[in-house]
């Protein structure tokens, strides 16, 4: 019997808009986050792990950016042009046979300062074209609401999510979404990684480090997290009402920690690290804080703005499924002396022997990824979406013009088989699947577009040389036929 994928399974692949559809100021939009966050050109894996270097911003590098055209010292303004291009690029997923396109909404796009009373209809008809044009070819748009990128004036004006307001500015522009896009879009995902504010404060969160004394910062950074945690609650309740056939998900990056050794303070640890992963999809799917967390904050003196009524938003507008990123495991030890550390999703960690390593230092283990969809199944029987999981790689275009991609495959693949296994063998519901970067874009943790992810090759470098055109990489074809048999390909040799 040949092993296919459940019947309606979601094969596709995913994007965020600050890192594909450039055409920053075009139509209306606002600045974001995104577009004032500086190319620092990471020359080796050293600078790659240096996270806060990579992502950190000043009120002065905001003014300094405010003041540049540069597109190139600020790619995130070029992106891969999906703004003007995007026919071409669905057409192209359409070709591979997507049943599903995760794409994200810039919320400067619609509400330009982030606060309006009105949306910019230029920006709401943008995405109306993206979403018809993915019907067209029967794709199921999958919407991110917030991937990254608060609009900037929130974070000049108001701290960004440091200030209770934003929460009513969000929903207020989720609301535009919902009502604009009713009956079309059927899955939709609040915030992309909503840890990652704890990570990238500035992309994420809007905060601003450099007004905050570094003693009150962690304490900004939790409480820029609840006030996430409510605005995801009432996004969910915002469209289950304005639509009761859409479902929602959160999205938590999910790294899965090793214990490095059994020493028991290893185990101790890893234990305590995922925990801290689990806390955030906690919130969204049982809609309580789980205990730790509130002891944490007890324990460290914080006093958050927590008030009654948004425990109780929380608790009744839990999320419909549970997405996730997967790219990599990483190991944990309590003592780090003479062992190696590598990079990878901006999250630093103990290399693992066993395993191989990517050119960006992210450790390749697709058993991790069965390992996490048990762990999210048993935790909260819902049903899971992987939403991203690729390999970002140098590709190379031969004197043919051909790109052999097989390293991309082999990952894919390993990943797929395991996925295969954890749906058959371990029972996990799973929604589907949508690749990171099924074209080329720009990466978000080093804003580079030499770590390339795509299916398809886009022709651009990292200081903005390239005519942004369009070719099939060897995956693409590899990839069409993982979907036109519903994975059976995987597994004939
Ligand atoms: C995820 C993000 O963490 O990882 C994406 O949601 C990101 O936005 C992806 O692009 C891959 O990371 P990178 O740094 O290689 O682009």
Redesign the pocket.
């Known amino acids: 019997m040949k092993k296919t994928f459940p019947e309606g399974f979601l094969w596709g692949g995913a994007i965020?808009a600050n890192?594909a559809e450039g055409a920053w100021n075009v139509d209306g939009k606002g600045p974001s986050t995104a577009d004032v966050t500086p190319f620092k050109d990471p020359k080796d894996l050293e600078q790659l792990k240096d996270i806060h270097g990579l992502s950190d911003v000043t009120d002065e590098m905001i003014e300094k950016a405010l003041g540049s055209d540069d597109e190139n010292a600020y790619p995130r303004r070029h992106g891969i042009d999906f703004y003007h291009r995007y026919k071409e690029d669905i057409a192209l997923f359409a070709e591979m046979g997507f049943k599903v396109f995760r794409f994200s909404i810039a919320w400067s796009r619609i509400f330009p300062k982030g606060n309006e009373e009105k949306p910019n209809e230029a920006g709401l008809a943008f995405y109306n074209d993206v979403i018809d044009e993915c019907l067209k070819y029967q794709i199921e748009p999958l919407i991110t609401l917030s991937?990254?990128e608060p609009p900037l004036y929130l974070c000049t004006e108001y701290n960004g999510w440091s200030d209770r307001r934003v929460i009513d500015w969000f929903v207020r522009y989720v609301k535009s979404v919902v009502e604009a896009y009713k009956g079309k879009v059927k899955y939709y995902l609040t915030f992309?990684?909503v840890d990652?504010i704890l990570r990238h404060p500035f992309m994420t969160g809007g905060l601003i480090e450099s007004r905050f004394s570094p003693d009150e910062f962690e304490e900004v950074e939790y409480q820029a997290m609840h006030y996430q945690f409510v605005a995801s609650a009432k996004a969910v309740g915002v469209i289950h009402t304005c639509d009761p056939a859409a479902k929602v998900g959160c999205?938590l990056?999910k790294v899965t920690y090793y214990p490095y050794s059994c020493k028991p303070e290893d185990v101790l640890l890893a234990q305590q690290r995922m925990r801290a992963v689990y806390a955030f999809s906690d919130v969204q799917v049982r809609g309580e804080y789980p205990a730790f967390l509130t002891s944490m904050y007890r324990n460290k003196g914080f006093h958050l703005d927590m008030t009654d009524d948004d425990l109780a938003i929380l608790k009744s507008n839990p999320v419909d499924f549970v997405s996730f990123?997967y790219?990599q495991s990483t190991c944990i030890a309590a003592d780090e002396s003479g062992l190696d550390t590598t990079a990878g999703?901006?999250i630093i960690g103990v290399k693992n022997p066993h395993i191989p390593t990517s050119d960006?230092g992210?450790q390749i283990d697709p058993i991790g990824l069965r390992v996490s969809m048990v762990d999210l199944y048993d935790r909260y029987g819902k049903p899971l979406f992987i939403v991203?999981n690729?390999l970002?790689a140098v590709d190379k275009i031969e004197e043919d013009g051909t790109i052999q991609d097989d390293y991309r495959i082999d990952y894919l693949k390993a990943h797929m088989k395991e996925m295969y296994k954890g749906i058959v063998e371990d029972g996990v519901e799973l929604m589907g699947y949508t690749s990171?970067?099924p074209i080329d874009?720009?990466?978000?943790?080093?804003n580079?577009m030499s770590?390339r992810?795509g299916y398809i090759y886009v022709d651009l470098d990292d200081y903005g040389n390239g005519s942004y055109e369009r070719r099939k990489k060897k995956s693409f074809d590899w990839y069409k036929e993982v979907i036109a048999t519903n994975g059976a390909s995987l597994f004939e040799e």
């Open positions: 965020a890192q991937h990254y992309n990684e990652s999205m990056t990123s790219y999703n901006t960006w992210w991203e690729g970002g990171w970067g874009l720009l990466s978000n943790s080093s580079q770590k992810y």
